[in-house]
């Protein structure tokens, strides 16, 4: 048994303008240990996803289906105490802008004691200790007196290492990442995704790990899931996807993948704007982008399927097997032969 | 902090000595020599009037009479006598203040009092019935002018149903003697005016607690909390309430100078013998010491509450104490 499995989640939100369709119909699994990456564009319905499955969007506001077995319960819809025990707890969560996410008129102390005692039933005393342990795992330097500081006093870096200390002081099964490096220089970007990949090996809870960077996927992932309009358009192994990739958008990210062995004049961009999640195109969301489309895509919306590969692989796209096996290896060879004459 | 605090210190009392500073130039550039005009009420010769410039030192140049006035403020802590009536100015402020900062800081404490509970808790649950019902008091209190709903208050509560008086001030302390005095009839007696200055400035309060926690509401750091597993009225009492507190705390110390400024009417409606009618009849009469003491008092005032706020600040605020 997986130990958190999402089945046909749901998320919409009811604004001024209309409903908006953030996540429709996402399915997945994620294993103890495991890393699971989540790509896709701005928009996508990556974060609104996981934000749902911790209970974190207005339930006034948002109307929400579905089921998310945690640990072989039940957490969709599960009252405001059930989900608080789970909260910080099992289930701990970074977000993409360590300058905002953490409390700026309390202590970092404060911060981290608070997870603490929220979940143990400890003294004050033994949960500033822990705090400060767990500083010293995310390499905060002198942490016994930076426990003291206010979080204006630190670096955007040390701001998210302390965001990821306060969500695993309580050793969670589970760590959501949500574009953890997205708002820091990449030599800090590196430096944090090198801290977590040790503090998973550690730890041994699993990561998911929400990204635009198809590399940090490419690197830290076993399983990937692609969103696109707040749906699941492809999910495979992390190999599986890097050598073949079963759909339209999936290869237009691979193309647009900046790699520093490929000379940035071929690189491919996306055309288009991503989807409206207020009126999502009919058929399928990335017809209007898609070089590849016929009347079907237009009007079908094309079913999650699984490819040659097996169930472990599956995409939607209403090509035959032959036209998008001759497409990628065309495509292919074309990035290959970028990467001859960059060679 | 310390640093931060010294700042602000020295900064309150050069904001005070210009204030009175500008204060004296404007009053005794205005030729209003009152020597020459009357001398206590009656028409005087020329002689006695050279006797009373020289005796107040109006005969000497405004930056000498400015200099005199600082010296005697600080090292006697007098603020001249009035010259309708031979009055210490120090003495008549002493008694209008108590009137006037009565009426202020109760009427500070009861609308801060109202507003609280009412924006937080309409700001929990938005669009909800008591967020309405409190949405149309904030309109009303808004929309009704002061005097105008003192009037109503005095007519309805004091006049028709007799429960409040409608007038006259009772001293706090009841060493004062007399049934008129002590704590109980003091704050009897002031209900009113309280409830004039609370209704206006509750609405407005209520309108800014409810749209900060809103917007404190939507930080990241609250998504984080409730991340965290903190349940939700943690979230907002050691979450949010802080820092929603800020901008409330700025508006507290910009609106205390405020209501200082128009303290006047709500005195006028329920006869009370504060600053503001002090002023009136001081201008009335061209007492320029007490004009000049009731602007200093009202000064000063503003530049404490300020000075108040800033503390109040750092304290709160922990990004302000580097400043
Ligand atoms: N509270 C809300 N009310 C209305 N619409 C919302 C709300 N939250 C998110 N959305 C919409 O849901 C869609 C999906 O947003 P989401 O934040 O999940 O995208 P994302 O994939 O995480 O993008 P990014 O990479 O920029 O973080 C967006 O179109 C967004 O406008
Ligand atoms: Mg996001």
Sequence with gaps: MALLEVTDLNTRFRTDDGIVKAVSGVSFTVESGETLGVVGESGSGKSVTFLTLMGLVDRRHAEVSGSVRFDGQEILGASGKQLQKIRGRRIGMIFQDPMTSLNPVKKIGWQLEEAVLLHNDVTHDEARRRAIEILKEVEIPKADTRIDDY???????MRQRVMIAMALINNPEVLIADEPTTALDVTTQAQILRLMTKLQEEHGMAIVMITHDLGVVAELSDDVLVMYGGRVVEQAEVDDLFTKPEMPYTWGLLGSLPRLDITSARLEQIPGQP???LHPPSGCAFNPRCAYAFDRCHEELPELRAGAVGEGHRFRCHLSDDERARIWEAKKASLGAAEGSAA | MIRYLIRRFFWAVWLFFMATFITYVIFFLIPSSPGRITGFGFS????????????????VPAYQQYWIFVWNMIRH????????????????????????GSIVLGGAVLWLLISFPVGVLSALRPRSLFDRAAMVFVLVGIASPPVWLGLILAYLFGFKLGWTPIADYCNFASSAGGECSGPVHWAYHLILPWLTFAFLFAALYVRIIRATLLETASEDYIRTARAKGAPARRVVVRHMLRNSLLPVVTMLGMDIAYVLGNVLFVERVFNLHGLGIEVLSAVHTSDVPVIIGVIVCITLAVIVANFIVDVAYAVLDPRVRLL
């Design chain 1, 151 to 157: 979080p204006h006093q630190f670096s955007g870096g």
């Design chain 1, 275 to 277: 989807p409206s999640l």
């Design chain 2, 44 to 59: 005087v010769s020329p002689v006695q009037a050279a006797q009373i410039n020289s005796q107040w030192h109006l005969d």
């Design chain 2, 77 to 100: 802590q007098s603020l001249g006598y009035s010259f309708q009536n031979g009055a210490s100015v120090r003495w008549i402020m002493a008694q209008d203040a108590r009137v006037t």
